[in-house]
C-alpha cells in the first residue's frame, strides 16, 4: 500500500517500552517511504518493519528521531541525502534485508550520532573486512554497538591498521578499494539472459515475500555483485518476479522458471 498523506497523519503511534514517541508502520506491505511530513516529525521512534521497502530515504527533517527499525525488508540500498535530515539517529535496525556491498553503508558516515547498528541477515555480513570496515567508517568511527555486541577497543585498532596508512594517517588502498561496488566474475549477460526468461508469479508485485523467497534474494545478491546486476535484481522485484533457482540461477545462466504463488 502507498503512505498517503492522509493515512499518514492518521496512523497510530504509541509510548514504547523505552518511553519514546513511536510511529507505527509495520507489517504494511509498503514499497517506498513518502509522505512521513504528515505527521509533522512528532515521534522519536519510526518503525517500518516487515514491509515491502526497497532503498532506505526520503525521510523528512526529522531532529527528534533517534531510532529507526526497518527490519525485514528488502533494503539494498541507503539514500546519500537521508542523514542531514536525521542528524540526531542513535539507533538503525536494518535486520534481514538485502544490503549486499560495503559501498551501500557509506551513506552512513555522516551520522555521526549513530551509536547501535544492527546489519544481521544482510549478505554484506559475509564481507570478509565486514566488521573492520563497519568500525572505522560508520558515524565517523563513533559507532557502539554492531550487530547487538559492544565494539572494543581491540576491533577498533585492528580496524585501523587494517585500512589507515601508518605514515599519512590516510586511508589506504584497501579502504578505497572496499568503498566502491566490487566486481564479479559473472557476465552481465549470463544474468540478463536468465533475468528476460523470468515471468510475472502471480500475486507477487506489492505483496510480501515468504521466508524462502527472502532467502532467495539473499543468494542471489550475494552472487550478484555489480551495480548493474544489483539493479537488474531490484527491477525483477518491482514486476513480481522471482527465479525458481533464486538468482544464484540467474547469475550463471541456467534455465529457471517461476514459481506460481498465491499471494497472501
Given at each position: 500500500?502507498?503512505?498517503?498523506?492522509?493515512?499518514?497523519?492518521?496512523?497510530?503511534?504509541?509510548?514504547?517500552?523505552?518511553?519514546?514517541?513511536?510511529?507505527?508502520?509495520?507489517?504494511?506491505?509498503?514499497?517506498?517511504?513518502?509522505?512521513?511530513?504528515s505527521?509533522?516529525?512528532?515521534?522519536?521512534?519510526?518503525?517500518?518493519?516487515?514491509?515491502?521497502i526497497?532503498?532506505?530515504?526520503?525521510?523528512?527533517?526529522?531532529?527528534?528521531?533517534?531510532?529507526?527499525?526497518?527490519?525485514?525488508?528488502?533494503?539494498?540500498?541507503?539514500?546519500?541525502?537521508?542523514?542531514?535530515?536525521?542528524?540526531?539517529?542513535?539507533?538503525?535496525?536494518?535486520?534481514?534485508?538485502?544490503?549486499?556491498?560495503?559501498?551501500?553503508?557509506?551513506?552512513?558516515?555522516?551520522?555521526?550520532?549513530?551509536?547501535?547498528?544492527?546489519?544481521?541477515?544482510?549478505?554484506?555480513?559475509?564481507?570478509?573486512?565486514?566488521?573492520?570496515?563497519v568500525?572505522?567508517?560508520v558515524?565517523?568511527?563513533?559507532?557502539?554497538?554492531?550487530?547487538?555486541?559492544r565494539?572494543?577497543?581491540?576491533?577498533?585498532?585492528k580496524?585501523?591498521?587494517?585500512?589507515i596508512?601508518?605514515?599519512?594517517?590516510?586511508?589506504?588502498?584497501?579502504?578505497?578499494?572496499?568503498?566502491?561496488?566490487?566486481?564479479?566474475?559473472?557476465?552481465?549477460?549470463?544474468?540478463?539472459?536468465?533475468?528476460?526468461?523470468?515471468?510475472?508469479?502471480?500475486?507477487?508485485?506489492?505483496?510480501?515475500?515468504?521466508p524462502?523467497?527472502?532467502?532467495?534474494?539473499?543468494?542471489?545478491?550475494?552472487?550478484?555483485?555489480?551495480?548493474?546486476?544489483?539493479?537488474?535484481?531490484?527491477?525483477?522485484?518491482?514486476?513480481?518476479?522471482?527465479?525458481?533457482?533464486?538468482?544464484?540461477?540467474?547469475?550463471?545462466?541456467?534455465e529457471?522458471?517461476?514459481?506460481?504463488?498465491?499471494?497472501?
Amino acid at each position: 500500500m502507498r503512505l498517503t498523506p492522509d493515512f499518514v497523519s492518521k496512523a497510530p503511534s504509541h509510548l514504547n517500552p523505552l518511553k519514546e514517541r513511536e510511529l507505527e508502520l509495520r507489517g504494511l506491505q509498503i514499497p517506498v517511504i513518502e509522505n512521513l511530513a504528515s505527521h509533522q516529525g512528532s515521534y522519536d521512534t519510526l518503525n517500518l518493519t516487515d514491509n515491502s521497502i526497497t532503498v532506505l530515504g526520503n525521510i523528512p527533517n526529522s531532529p527528534r528521531l533517534t531510532a529507526i527499525h526497518a527490519a525485514q525488508n528488502q533494503i539494498s540500498s541507503i539514500s546519500p541525502s537521508l542523514p542531514p535530515n536525521i542528524p540526531n539517529l542513535v539507533t538503525l535496525v536494518l535486520t534481514d534485508n538485502a544490503i549486499s556491498s560495503l559501498a551501500s553503508l557509506l551513506p552512513l558516515e555522516t551520522l555521526t550520532s549513530l551509536r547501535h547498528l544492527v546489519l544481521k541477515g544482510n549478505p554484506v555480513t559475509q564481507h570478509e573486512h565486514y566488521k573492520e570496515f563497519v568500525v572505522w567508517k560508520v558515524a565517523k568511527g563513533n559507532l557502539h554497538v554492531l550487530d547487538y555486541e559492544r565494539i572494543k577497543d581491540t576491533l577498533r585498532e585492528k580496524s585501523r591498521k587494517l585500512l589507515i596508512d601508518p605514515l599519512t594517517e590516510l586511508p589506504n588502498s584497501l579502504a578505497h578499494q572496499l568503498s566502491i561496488p566490487t566486481t564479479s566474475s559473472v557476465t552481465s549477460s549470463a544474468f540478463s539472459a536468465s533475468a528476460n526468461k523470468a515471468t510475472p508469479i502471480k500475486g507477487g508485485k506489492g505483496r510480501l515475500m515468504t521466508p524462502d523467497e527472502k532467502r532467495r534474494l539473499v543468494e542471489a545478491l550475494t552472487n550478484a555483485k555489480t551495480s548493474e546486476q544489483v539493479r537488474k535484481i531490484e527491477r525483477m522485484l518491482a514486476e513480481g518476479m522471482i527465479p525458481e533457482g533464486g538468482v544464484e540461477a540467474a547469475v550463471n545462466g541456467s534455465e529457471g522458471k517461476i514459481e506460481e504463488v498465491n499471494g497472501s
